[in-house]
Structure formats: structure tokens, C-alpha cells
């Protein structure tokens, strides 16, 4: 390619950056681009004419599962715990019901945890046995305290060795009273001895909560952030 | 944040080329297609908008269909095949406006930049 010529550069550098260059031109050019420091200054310099335009295209806000698989792969598939200033910056998802279902989603965050041994039911704690709905057995049971910042840190136990159907998601819910809309605490496995992390701002909906539901969903989660499978395990929180 | 926009975007591009494993069938296009969009385009934004500046200012100086081209390449990906396309004119001419645009764009930029 005749690169030398000024002209040709600078008309291949706009049409690469405002995209218009078709699928083999663009791959031969991003070569191209590696090796020759003049045709990248004329890059640059279209972008800066061009790209000060995406400013003027309002925003949209990602699905707060986006930036929790960011998270985890920077952190090498380890879901961190809530780093306050990210949380702190997702009050504004709130606006709308289905915000909010997704902001519960993102805010709980689990950790398996193989070690722990199923909590004592400690004098303060709150303990919610969840039932079979259809054998009405104890199925599950949920019991939470208080963490450092306000959080709650909720440990599930799991009896009978469940089993989940392949493709589908075990859900959490919490129940909020009559005519209230159920808010996901996330999804959880079918191990023993789990553990999540409920953040403080929605602590005292937990600890306020009508009961606890876990429902079964399409894989990833209810689609509509309501429940939109059949409730396995339901039941309401004791006081100890 | 010029830089981080370009790297998005650029990436963006590279998988909007790349070769679509699963083709929409037709009946799924017409559907998406049926669907309004009630929020303003970029042409109607790009008009609104103060802050775009010099380049919104330059873009005034371009006839209709260059600048049309050029809004359509930029905002919403298309390529030269599919401008084409979407604006029913022959390939030849789509390249044509998008280039004396874009010419014409650097012309009038050229002062403030330098």
C-alpha cells in the first residue's frame, strides 16, 4: 500500500475511525497500524475530531451482572466483597422495579465456603427453617448476623442432598408482606453449607422480611427479577 | 477519554465485522424492525446538542447526504456496503459522499486543530 502518499494515508485513517471500512480492509489496516507511526498520528487525530461526538449519546447503564464478571475476572474468577465505593455508586438503579430487582441481584454476593459447619442458632440471629412445599420437611434453613459495615452475612444449609435440574437456577427470594413485590437475594447452589453477603443498605429489608422463598428459574436467573418458577422452599423468619 | 472511547469503539467494530455466526431469519428482522424507537437518533441529538461544537458546527457545512453518510457510519456502524444499502444508492456514490465529507469535515477543522 502506498503509505508514503499523505493524502491516501489520511483518507484510509478517517474511514477507519469513523468504521465504514469493510471486515478485511479493517483487519489489514489495524496491522498496518502497528507498524507505521505516521499513519497512527493520523488516527489519533481523527479521533480526536470524531469521538468527542459519542459524548453527546445519552448513557446505558449495564446489567449489574456485567460489572460482577468484570470484577471476578480481574480478580481471577474470585468474586470480591463488596468494594463500598462501587456498591455506593448503584443507588441510582433503583429507579425502576426491575433496577432494583438487579441491584438485589448484584448486591448479594456468595461465597461457597466447603468449611464452615452449619451455624448454632445464637441468642441475636435471626434463623428462617425453610420447608419442602411439597413434603413440608425442613429443606433448608438460613440464618444471618451482623458483619462489620452493616452487612448481613447470611449462611444457608442445604439438607438432603438436593439436586437441581440441568439448565435451571435455585433463586432467593425475600418476601416483603402482602401486595409487595419479592426481592431476589440471588442464586444459590445446591452445597451443603453456603454463605452470602447481604449488603447494608438492604439489611433491614432482610432482617423486616416476611419470609424467605427460593424458586426455581431458567439458568442466570428470573429473567423478569420476579419469581417466575414454581417455590420450593419457603418459610419465615424466628426470632432467636 | 478519547483514548478509552476509541478502544471501545474499535473493539466494538471489529465484532460488529466479524463474520455473524447466527443470521436473524427474516421473520425475526421484520419484528425488531417493526418495533418504534421513540427515542431520538443521533441526527436529531447531534442537531440539539451545544457541546459537540466545532465538528457538530462543520458537519452544518456538508449537503444533506454526506452528512447523512457520515452520521449513519459513525453512530450506528455501518459499513460502506451497508450505507449503501440502507440509503438504496449505489456503492460508488455512498464512498463518495463519505469521503468528500469527510474532507470536507478536515477543511473546516483544520484552523481550530492546528
Known amino acids: 500500500m502506498k503509505l508514503e502518499n499523505g493524502q491516501l494515508r489520511e483518507r484510509l485513517a478517517a474511514e477507519y475511525v469513523l468504521g465504514t471500512m469493510p471486515p478485511r480492509a479493517r483487519r489489514r489496516f489495524s496491522t498496518l497500524l502497528k507498524q507505521n507511526p505516521a499513519l497512527r498520528r493520523d488516527v489519533m487525530e481523527w479521533e480526536s475530531r470524531f469521538l468527542p461526538l459519542v459524548d453527546i449519546l445519552p448513557g446505558i447503564q449495564p446489567p449489574a451482572r456485567v460489572w460482577a464478571t468484570i470484577e471476578a475476572r480481574i480478580h481471577g474468577n474470585r468474586i470480591p466483597r463488596s468494594p463500598a465505593s462501587f456498591w455506593q455508586n448503584l443507588s441510582f438503579w433503583r429507579a425502576s422495579s426491575f433496577a432494583s430487582a438487579a441491584l438485589a441481584l448484584a448486591l448479594v454476593i456468595f461465597i461457597s465456603l466447603p468449611g464452615p459447619q452449619a451455624p448454632e442458632a445464637l441468642p441475636g440471629r435471626m434463623v428462617v427453617v425453610m420447608n419442602d412445599m411439597q413434603t413440608q420437611e425442613p429443606a433448608m434453613t438460613a440464618t444471618w448476623e451482623h458483619g462489620k459495615q452493616g452487612e448481613r452475612i447470611v449462611r444457608l444449609r442445604v439438607m438432603g442432598h438436593a439436586e437441581m435440574a440441568p439448565g435451571t437456577a435455585w433463586e432467593m427470594w425475600m418476601l416483603q408482606g402482602e401486595n409487595q413485590k419479592p426481592v431476589s437475594l440471588g442464586l444459590i447452589t445446591t452445597h451443603e453449607t453456603q454463605t452470602m453477603v447481604v449488603p447494608a443498605v438492604m439489611a433491614s429489608q432482610l432482617d423486616n422480611a416476611a419470609g424467605l422463598a427460593m424458586s426455581v428459574e431458567p439458568a442466570g436467573g428470573s429473567p423478569t427479577g420476579l419469581p417466575t418458577g414454581p417455590v420450593l422452599y419457603y418459610g419465615k423468619p424466628l426470632k432467636t | ?114
Open chain 2, 1 to 114: 477519554m478519547t483514548w478509552m472511547t476509541a478502544i471501545v469503539r474499535n473493539r466494538a467494530l471489529d465484532l460488529l465485522r466479524r463474520p455473524r455466526e447466527v443470521e436473524l431469519d427474516e421473520e425475526h428482522e421484520e419484528l425488531i424492525a417493526s418495533i418504534p424507537d421513540e427515542s431520538p437518533g443521533p441526527d436529531e441529538l447531534l442537531r440539539q446538542s451545544a457541546d459537540a461544537g466545532a465538528l457538530a458546527e462543520c458537519m452544518k457545512l456538508l449537503t444533506g447526504e454526506q452528512q447523512k453518510s457520515i452520521t449513519l457510519a459513525f453512530f450506528y456502524g455501518l459499513s460502506h456496503g451497508e450505507l449503501a444499502q440502507q440509503m438504496q444508492k449505489p456503492l460508488g456514490t455512498v464512498k463518495t459522499w463519505v469521503r468528500r465529507g469527510l474532507e470536507r469535515l478536515k477543511d473546516c477543522l483544520e484552523p481550530r486543530n492546528a
